[in-house]
């Protein structure tokens, strides 16, 4: 006789160096995370579940940067196990707020904050996922938004392109209604190059947007910086403003060590 119980894909959540706010957007997804518990099986997830189902997995999605060689060699071998890994959040997709040791000596800090630094063994950076192997999606945010990950979870599982928005957050102001920032209340904003999906919570308060969801797509830094010169923001000030939660996003890094020079 047959077995006609459908087999249910295995989705696995995994952790590195971060806060958990991400993971926490899943919990947060409340009476739809039901609706995905009844599509896949979740097979690891610690934050909500002390249950473990042995990989392979057909989805994997992964939190946190790298900062210790134990989770270097960890990353690999989720990688080994997953059909497809998707990164979410700022620490996994651009190192996070963590990578500000980047640009410093590590030991430095580990000596300022442990009594005992030789007990600390860490990297002297901190990396995206896609520095360590392949990734098939990376999801943006600080923390991400849940409904873009429930679309991205639905798209993997049905083999089709995730609909996620890549324009800019000035795109979501215009949207909603919001008047520019920048042009009326002459507040320096991030929003140009920053990619939508915070729904532009910031400029709708009368504050400039921070980037939590990372640069756009071809973001034209060099001209908003020169156009937050004109306003008298300060070279110190500009590398902080592209030094926050995105750190190791490429062109925000770059930009921000074009203005340490200055």
Not at 41 to 57: D, L, T
Not at 221 to 232: I, N, V, Y
Request: charged share 25%.
């Amino acid at each position: 006789m047959k077995n006609n119980i459908k087999r249910r894909p295995k989705l696995a959540v995994w952790k590195f160096a971060s806060c958990d706010g991400c993971q926490l957007s899943l919990l947060d997804c409340e009476d739809e995370l039901l609706s995905v518990a009844e599509e896949v099986e979740i097979a690891n997830f610690p934050e909500a579940s002390r249950a473990v189902a042995r990989g392979p997995y057909e989805l994997s999605l992964v939190e946190g940067s790298i900062t210790t060689s134990h989770d270097a060699e960890r990353i690999h071998k989720v990688r080994r196990a997953s059909k497809f890994l998707i990164t979410i959040g700022a620490c996994a997709t651009a190192g996070g707020i963590q990578a500000l040791r980047n640009f410093k000596d590590v030991n430095e800090f580990t000596s300022a904050v442990y009594a005992n630094p030789e007990y600390i063994e860490t990297l002297n950076n901190s990396t995206p996922i896609n520095n360590h192997v392949r990734v098939d999606f990376e999801l943006r945010g600080c923390p991400i938004n849940k409904y873009h990950l429930l679309e991205v979870v639905n798209a993997f599982l049905n083999r089709r392109k995730p609909n996620i928005p890549s324009y800019s957050v000035c795109m979501e102001c215009k949207m909603r209604g919001t008047t520019c920032v920048m042009v009326s209340k002459g507040i320096p904003c991030l929003g140009p190059v920053t990619n939508a999906g915070c729904g532009a919570i910031c400029p709708s308060y009368n504050r400039g947007c921070y980037s939590c969801f990372g640069p756009s797509e071809d973001p034209n830094t060099r001209a908003l910086s020169e156009k937050f010169k004109q306003m008298g923001v300060s070279s110190d000030d500009l590398v902080r403003m592209y030094r926050s939660f995105n750190t190791s996003a490429d062109v925000f890094m770059k930009e921000s060590m074009i203005h340490e020079q200055d």
